[in-house]
């Protein structure tokens, strides 16, 4: 490869040529009519149904499942880079509103399933076909209390393209059209992000966070009344559901108790002075401040060499990273940079941050970047890649079976960014290098086991605050500057400067009560890679990519049976912050060699 060559954008063309496929019209065609033939044969029928047609229905579910997804998918990732495109987002919500309206002749199916004594199931899955179905229907039973009416049903699934799907459309138009003024210059929101954090003086990082902090004040009204609504209308379903919590919800997807996720929390958050406030202490003393200013907190160290990468020189360290670790892995990873599966550059209109989107089981991932060559944008790749090569290892699940846990999905990409930066650090021989190198690291874990976790928090005191009240731009904001302020610390100064930027993180409003799993993956992959340093289990990498092919349809504590690992203890916990710990040891031990 050229060292020159652009970095690529991705192909849509494996799912549909064009918005203007024709196939397209024939695929919406056949999705409506293969429900309303589903509705004629199936509803009302279900008890009576044998083991043999109970497969059948499954069968057709599935497939039209598939054909929605894809539809779904295609209009959705032709919208991600250009959400400033009228024509890109209105095919995508045609496309939403005609497969919404098509699927509530589908609604009636679990509900009736639901209504099934076990003995129904038990006799139908003695059909060794049916029993590869087992993990969809142990989602759809674990649901059984929290399921409405008919009626109720399909009434809030045709609200929801009006309702909760309509102001995250708006809040993802709105945040793709930000312009922010830097000098003589604008810049879409990667950019301002990118020169906050890593510009390279501090004038120039206090200008960017500045404006950054300042476009947000000015629309704070509409991402404030968006983000009540969104809370509005989560609580309004709860409710009628009877979840205990607003993140009973999404725990119960997840399939872990509430208790869990509160003691992970709460055990995160317990060491927030420990780890968190010590690593922000020395990074201070490094920068030979007093206090950091929070944007201060992924800033290169002095004696970093900020080394930049071309992309193909980040594709070629992250594959070999990845093919260290294992062969087969590197095989599967392959495929992403052959087949142009990756859009790469930040440009206007296209959604920030990055992500790995599976359409369906049946079909590649696309993974969608905003590289600017830095350090982190190389763990970055490594992270989504892990997304990636995660979803090619399941494909043998089946698509209903294969709706994983957010929890489970974090663990690959976490996992792919550990290799790489340890190969980053077995290639550093200097001193200084090594201990910038580590710095850089446990800020990026502090960043998705502890930043996270205070994220997880300002959801939490959010929502049960709106429960007396729409709430004011000014109160999200205290929230976010005190939750911040716990996490980081006395050695970093959070006030009005950054105050305003909470609508930054669309997690709170896409995919509420999401932010969780990156913490809960950060500390499961960091107790799982200290099992594989000690180098105890034979065959480690075969067994992890076993482990990564199950996450959607098997428990927790056996999948890391073969590890030796329970997740139900504290110990497990305790596990993966240590390894943080250990390294903020060897920070503090390098620094006094260095530094003192």
């Not at 990156?518 to 799982?528: E, G, H, I, K, R």
Request: glycine share 4%; charged share 25%; with cysteine.
């Amino acid at each position: 490869m050229s060292e020159k060559q652009t970095p690529p954008s991705w192909d849509l063309s494996d799912v549909y040529a064009s918005p203007t496929d024709p196939k397209i019209k024939v695929d919406l065609e056949a999705f409506e009519k293969n429900l309303a033939l589903f509705e004629q044969k199936y509803k009302g029928k279900l008890a009576d149904l044998s083991a043999t047609e109970f497969l059948n229905a499954l069968h057709e579910l599935e497939q039209n499942t598939i054909l929605g997804r894809r539809l779904s998918g295609f209009a959705y990732l032709n919208m991600a880079t250009q959400m400033d495109n009228p024509k890109a987002t209105s095919f995508y919500q045609d496309i939403s509103e005609t497969l919404t309206a098509a699927s509530k002749k589908e609604v009636f199916f679990t509900l009736e399933l639901n209504k099934l004594p076990e003995s129904t199931l038990e006799k139908w899955l003695e059909n060794q076909e049916v029993a590869t179905y087992t993990p969809w229907l142990k989602r759809v039973r674990r649901f059984k209390d929290n399921q409405l009416s008919e009626p109720e049903e399909t009434l809030l699934l045709e609200k929801a393209i009006t309702s909760s799907n309509a102001w995250v459309r708006l809040y993802e138009e709105t945040s793709s059209r930000l312009i922010f003024p830097l000098g003589d210059k604008t810049c879409n929101e990667a950019e301002i992000t990118h020169t906050s954090l890593f510009g390279a003086t501090d004038e120039e990082r206090t200008k960017a966070s500045e404006v950054m902090n300042q476009v947000y004040k000015e629309n704070a009204p509409l991402f404030t009344f968006i983000y009540n609504m969104i809370i509005k209308d989560k609580a309004i379903e709860d409710e009628k559901r009877g979840f205990e919590h607003p993140y009973s919800e999404r725990n119960k997807s997840e399939d872990v108790p509430d208790k869990m996720v509160d003691a992970l929390a709460e055990t995160v958050k317990a060491h927030y002075q420990t780890i968190s406030h010590r690593y922000y202490k020395l990074k201070a003393k490094w920068l030979n401040k007093e206090q950091l200013n929070y944007w201060d907190r992924s800033v290169p160290l002095p004696f970093d060499s900020a080394k930049t990468y071309s992309w193909e020189e980040a594709s070629r360290f992250v594959l070999d990273a990845y093919e260290e670790f294992s062969p087969k892995l590197r095989a599967i990873a392959d495929d992403f940079f052959t087949h142009n599966w990756i859009d790469v550059p930040p440009k206007q209109g296209k959604r920030a941050g990055a992500f790995c989107s599976p359409i369906t089981t049946h079909d590649h991932p696309y993974l969608l970047l905003n590289f600017m060559g830095r350090q982190n944008d190389v763990l970055t790749l490594a992270h989504e890649l892990g997304h990636g090569c995660h979803h090619q290892l399941r494909v043998n699940n089946g698509e209903l079976n294969e709706r994983s846990r957010m929890t489970s999905e974090e663990i690959a990409s976490v996992f792919g960014e550990m290799l790489t930066f340890q190969k980053l650090l077995k290639e550093t021989t200097d001193d200084r290098q090594r201990m910038a190198l580590i710095a850089s690291k446990v800020g990026d874990m502090l960043a998705t086991a502890f930043r996270q976790i205070a994220f997880f928090f300002f959801e939490k005191r959010a929502h049960e605050a709106r429960k007396n009240g729409e709430l004011s731009a000014e109160t999200l904001s205290k929230i976010w500057v005190e939750e911040l302020r716990a996490y980081m610390g006395p050695a970093v100064v959070i006030d009005e400067r950054s105050a305003a930027i909470w609508p930054h993180v669309g997690h709170f409003f896409f995919l509420p009560f999401y932010v969780y799993a990156y913490s809960f993956a950060d500390c499961f992959v960091n107790s799982l890679y200290q099992v594989y340093q000690e180098g105890q289990i034979s065959d480690f990498p075969d067994k992890y990519l076993a482990l990564l092919s199950q996450t959607a349809i098997g428990d927790y504590d056996k999948l890391l049976k073969p590890f030796g690992l329970d997740p139900n203890t504290p110990d497990f916990w305790n596990k993966g912050l240590n390894l943080i710990s250990h390294y903020l040891d060897e920070l503090e031990s390098l620094d006094k060699k260095l530094l003192d």
